[in-house]
Each structure stands twice: as C-alpha cells, then as structure tokens.
C-alpha cells in the first residue's frame, strides 16, 4: 500500500506542475480532468504526508523509551507512545478509505426523475410528496433545486417531475436514492379511512457536461407542440413545449414547463445528456437505459428499496436494513441518517472486497 502511496505523491507533483501548460491550452476537458485528479489526489498524499510524521514520531519515542529508566518518566513516554500509535492506527484506516475506488461522479449535479407507478392518483400524490421531501432535504445541505420537467396530475400531485439538484455534495447525498419508494398511508382521496399501498419510482442521473457527452445534431429529431396541463397565460396557446428524439438510442425527452420554446429545448437537451452519460458509464448493459431500467424496475410495490409507514412514523430502508421512527422528519427533509448508514454500508462493503 505505501509503495502505491508514494507513487501518487509523485503522480501529484507532476501534475500540479502541468497544471498551468494545461490550463492555457485551453483544453476544457482536459482541464476539467487534470482538476479533478488534482482533488482526488490531494487528499491521499496529504494523509500519507501526515502517516510518515506520526510514524516517525512513533519510532522516535520506542527509541527514548527503550533508554529510559526512571519509572514515571517511562510512563510518561508509554503514554506518548500509546497516543502516537493510536493516531497512527486511525490513519491507516482513513488512507485505506481514500484509497477505494473513486466514484467517477463524485461533484456533480444530479437529475432526480420521480414518477408515480402504482396506485393511481394516489402514487401521483406520493411522487410530489418525495419530490418536497428532497427539496427540503437539498435545502437543509445548502444544495439548489430546478424544476427541468413536470407534469401535474388533478389533485397537486405529479404524474413525472424531474428536477436538477446543484452542488458539490449533491451526487454523495443523493445517489442512493434510486428505485421504488412504497408508502402505506390513508390517501386524500380515501373516503372510507382505509390504508392504501402505492409507489412511486426515483431514477438517479449524474448530470452531464457539454464535454461529456457529444450529440450529432443530425441524431435528433426536434418536434414543438403546444403544452398541457396546469399553467400560465402560455400554457395551451403557443407551441412553446419540445420533445426531442435521439435517433440512435431511441430516447426520448419532453419539456413543457417555460414559456420559450428555446429554454424547454435547453432543458430537454440537459436531461437527454445526462440520460446518454449514465449509459455510457454503465459497462454490464448494452442497451441505452439499461441501468435507469436498473433502479425503477417494474415500480411496483413488492419491488421496493424503502417502505414509509404514515400510522407507525416509521421508515424502512430495505437494503441495510435501517428502520427510523420519525417518518415525520424525514419527509420534511431529515434523511441523514439514512444517507449515512447506506454510505458507511458500502464503505464497509468496498473495504471488505466486496
């Protein structure tokens, strides 16, 4: 491990001074890449510099001690010992985590695609409850929120949004998320007080960059139709909506929700980058949406990652598994808990070799 360590101190040192050369040729993708390498590394070497100065420390004091005879001067340098070796225990741990495989989406913003699946209006209910849920929860981590796409359903739920979440932690926090989401509660439209089962579906996208993902303009086929649904003065008198096609893969994306024609075109080519990026980085499928396919499944409920129970306040995550009874904070955006349990779940899971 320390022979790869010092192999990355001198990848760093190269690179930090190619820096300026590749920053002035101009290159974006180049440039972006050489900053990102640069914050990868930076971090290891740094806990690497730290290692080699406590480990010495540590050496320093065994030799001190070694001569030492006077007993509570060798308590005294017992406990200095103890103390260095506890810190450098802990930092061989925290190099063993810098040193798993970095998550090639590790910074970017991250698309959210909600829809409700099943359970009628009621899973369209669900859908726009999920979607505050992860408004309030970019908001309580400093994270902006926008709206690229939605489709209101009668009773001020959603039958599809989509929305961009911005930051630098919004992929760490959110990328979890993919999948069915069950909920068990007693629906608005419930007359007779019974508890229904719905479920709506969460897919997950790393945004993409223009320099990411190349699109051949000839590849698109751009249709403009008038907009539907819940709206301004626009909405149902111009043809300002656009869906576009991509030739190639068969994906299409609609966008609907501005007034120009031109930003629901810009929002749609966002949303089809993105969808093409996480293909392109999902290497077991080979057709285009296989791994968005992946986390919405058949977005029924027995398919679920995560159950919300309204009369327990009570929330399960399948995967770990975790179970919280404060359903309550949660939904007004106090997922951290769940966040962290699945982080440190797949920590544990990477360090085993798993």
Not at 135 to 157: C, I, N
Not at 326 to 333: E, F, I, P, Q
Request: glycine residues 8%; proline residues 4%; contains cysteine.
């Amino acid at each position: 491990m320390f022979e790869q360590l010092a192999a990355l101190a001198e990848e760093l040192d190269r690179l930090e001074a190619e820096l300026p050369r590749i920053y002035a040729a101009g290159d974006r993708r180049a440039s972006r890449d050489a900053g990102r390498r640069q914050q990868e590394l930076r971090p290891v070497v740094d806990a690497y510099g730290e290692w080699r100065r406590v480990s010495q420390d540590v050496d320093d004091a065994r030799e001190v001690l070694d001569g030492v005879t006077d007993p509570a001067e060798r308590d005294t340098w017992k406990a200095e010992l103890a103390d260095k070796e506890a810190q450098l225990a802990a930092l061989e741990i925290r190099i063993k985590e810098l040193l798993l495989p970095h998550d090639p989406n590790e910074g970017r913003n991250v698309i959210l695609e909600i829809q409700g699946t099943e359970g009628g209006e009621e899973a369209n209910l669900w859908a726009g409850d999920l979607y505050r849920m992860y408004q309030r929860f970019a908001e309580r981590h400093g994270l902006k929120t926008e709206v690229l796409s939605s489709q209101p359903s009668e009773h001020g739920g959603y039958r599809d949004i989509t929305f961009l979440v911005k930051g630098e932690d919004a992929w760490a926090k959110l990328k979890y998320e993919g999948g069915p989401h069950r909920v068990q509660r007693v629906p608005a439209t419930e007359s007779q007080g019974r508890i229904h089962t719905s479920a709506a579906t969460v897919a997950v996208l790393p945004e993409a960059e223009d320099v990411d993902v190349e699109i051949d303009p000839n590849d698109l086929e751009v249709d403009v139709f008038r907009a539907t649904g819940p709206g301004g003065q626009s909405v149902n008198t111009t043809d300002s909506a656009v869906r576009i096609t991509h030739k190639p893969t068969g994906l299409v994306v609609s966008c609907q929700d501005e007034k120009s024609q031109l930003q629901n075109k810009d929002k749609a080519m966002r949303i089809l980058r993105s969808r093409l990026l996480q293909a392109e980085q999902d290497r077991q499928h080979a057709e285009v949406s296989a791994a968005r396919r992946d986390q919405v499944k058949g977005g029924g409920r027995s398919e679920k990652i995560r159950t919300y129970n309204y009369k327990e306040n009570r929330l399960t995550d399948h995967r770990i598994p975790i179970t919280l009874h404060s359903l309550d904070r949660v939904l007004d955006g106090e997922l951290d808990d769940v966040v962290d349990a699945l982080a440190a779940d797949e920590r544990s899971r990477q360090l085993g070799g798993e």
